[in-house]
């Protein structure tokens, strides 16, 4: 005899960093607004941070990233949401009954506290969160797990939560990344693969043994116990299954990080001065890949679609190939939909009672 299917819904909730509303310089203030609040991102003194957000980042910022995102805005609105929408919709079709499946956005919307609120209204008191990031940041997942965990904690029903944990060596993530890349790297002199920085005191506030991260010049040649949660490390990780499934030579992939932010140093190589370098050494067709990104966002589209491209041909190069995320295609929408099954606890118990 069959198990019978649980009576009781479950939710998911698909989780991303956010996006304005528009290309409008006040709703693109909001949501930098709100994004570079967070302590988690920006994790200095709260005075400074008020300070620096008030006086220098938001009379300055805003107009410049507004037309940043003129340049990538689709017809449908924002990359970010279009494809984040698009994945959803494939997601559930693979979950079909077993879960009802939503967007959030950590900041923006529609949000985590309005995912949360619309599947308790529908009855769903069990909610998978799924943060969208294949690797471990506060600054991202802990800024997610906590941002669900107060809301929650806030309501008067209060709904059962679980989380998925970060992916960075996930086999399904590994090859989705790997097919989407495939055709881009064949006919690149080079490959970089880069990932979103952070700064170094945010890397080394994950090193629970103080003494690990950032300390040799090979601290993330592996993963242990010193530095299991290190953003970095699991970004080498990424890069050394990557490599690996698509057959590339060590020496012909860079891995560094991009967007900086500030004064403070950040983690390094930086990916534009690795790009630029590439083009002065001779290079003429350097590939690029996104791993840290699951959705094309400003981050892939603009800073290295646009601007990288235009500093790497003005140095000599002939183009800059960027391989497009995984966005909603067939073996990632299996991918998150094998993580949820394997991460929920109540989809998981109701298949195998």
Not at 75 to 92: D, T
Not at 221 to 237: E, M, P, S, T, V
Not at 295 to 318: H, P, Q
Request: overall charge negative.
């Amino acid at each position: 005899m069959g198990a019978m299917p649980d009576p009781q819904p479950s939710g998911v909730l698909l989780v991303n960093l956010g996006t304005p509303d528009s290309t409008s310089v006040p709703d693109v203030r909001r949501y930098l607004r709100q994004f570079l609040s967070d302590p988690r991102v920006i994790d200095i003194h709260p005075v400074t941070r008020w300070l620096l957000l008030n006086l220098i980042v938001l009379p300055r910022r805003p107009a410049n990233s507004a037309h940043a995102y003129e340049q990538i805005w689709m017809e449908e609105g924002s990359p970010l949401l279009v494809h984040g929408n698009a994945l959803r919709k494939a997601v559930a079709s693979r979950l079909g009954d077993e879960a009802d499946v939503r967007l959030a956005m950590r900041y923006g919307k529609p949000s985590i506290g309005d995912g949360l609120d619309g599947l308790v209204r529908d009855g769903i008191d069990r909610v998978l969160v799924v943060p969208m990031w294949p690797h471990y940041a506060s600054a991202t997942i802990g800024s997610t797990v906590q941002a669900a965990m107060e809301h929650a904690a806030r309501m008067w029903n209060t709904p059962q939560l679980a989380f998925t944990s970060e992916f960075y060596d996930d086999p399904g993530y590994i090859e989705a990344l790997a097919e989407r890349s495939a055709k881009v790297v064949e006919d690149a002199d080079h490959v970089v693969i880069a990932y979103h920085g952070l700064p170094q005191r945010q890397v080394r506030k994950s090193d629970m043994s103080g003494a690990h991260c950032l300390a040799t010049p090979n601290c993330c040649d592996a993963i242990g116990l010193a530095n299991r949660r290190c953003y970095r490390a699991q970004c080498h990780a990424t890069s050394r299954r990557l490599i690996e499934a698509l057959g590339l030579p060590a020496d012909k992939v860079t891995t560094a990080f991009q967007s900086q932010f500030g004064r403070d140093p950040w983690i390094q190589p930086y990916a534009d001065e690795a790009i630029n370098a590439l083009a002065t050494k001779g290079y003429k067709k350097v590939a690029v890949i996104e791993p840290g990104f699951v959705a094309d966002c400003l981050e892939t589209l603009e800073e290295i679609g646009v601007r990288a491209a235009e500093d790497f041909m003005s140095n000599g190069g002939d183009e800059l190939l960027l391989a497009p995320c995984l966005n909603a295609t067939e073996l990632w929408a299996d991918a998150v939909a094998r993580m949820v099954r394997d991460g929920s606890p109540w989809l998981r118990s109701a298949a195998t009672d």
